[in-house]
């Protein structure tokens, strides 16, 4: 099975089987930097910022994208986490967790993105219904009917 993003516009989505519900993760999360840590805008100039939580001076809560939603990544039954390339091929072999697509860009517009994806296509060895959803949407939702 194969998906790709087919929209016009930079508006990431994903295509994540989370098989066990305690691989569940979020969009953005709060990650604890040391307070000396300098935040860049790339490209420079341009109009953002990081969401930084007001809290003790020895280290700052930074708001981030979630690496584990932004790239290909796929955990298995013994909680080993094995990070994709962008435009994966990945065979389901059932043993897996948590797999997820990185974030699934319109050709072209994946250099908004740097490292994200076109395309996902998984294989399926073993016969199932296996549902996913997008999690920066997670109203989007589907399924694979594998017999």
């Known amino acids: 099975m194969r998906w790709y993003n087919p929209t016009r516009v930079s508006e990431p989505h994903t295509v994540t089987f989370?098989?066990?519900?305690?691989?569940?993760?979020?969009?953005?999360m709060p990650?604890?930097?040391?307070?000396?840590?300098?935040?860049m805008s790339i490209p420079p100039n341009s109009n953002s910022e990081p969401v930084?939580?007001?809290g003790k001076e020895a280290t700052k809560t930074v708001?981030?994208?979630?690496?584990?939603?932004?790239?290909?990544?796929?955990?298995?039954?013994?909680?080993?986490?094995?990070?994709?390339?962008?435009?994966?091929?990945?065979l389901f072999n059932g043993n897996e967790k948590y797999a997820n697509s990185g974030f699934l860009l319109p050709k072209g517009q994946d250099k908004n993105y740097?490292?994200?994806?076109?395309?996902?296509?998984?294989?399926f060895q073993n016969p199932g219904i296996?549902?996913?959803?997008?999690?920066?949407?997670?109203?989007?939702?589907?399924?694979v009917i594998v017999r």
């Open 130 to 143: 296996y549902r996913y959803l997008c999690i920066v949407h997670p109203w989007m939702t589907g399924e």
């Open 114 to 123: 740097p490292g994200s994806s076109n395309t996902f296509t998984v294989t």
């Open 18 to 28: 989370v098989l066990d519900n305690k691989t569940m993760t979020g969009f953005a």
């Open 63 to 90: 708001v981030a994208i979630n690496s584990r939603v932004y790239n290909p990544t796929v955990i298995d039954s013994a909680n080993n986490v094995k990070i994709l390339r962008p435009n994966a091929t990945y």
């Open 52 to 54: 930084i939580i007001p």
């Open 31 to 39: 990650f604890g930097v040391a307070s000396s840590a300098q935040f």
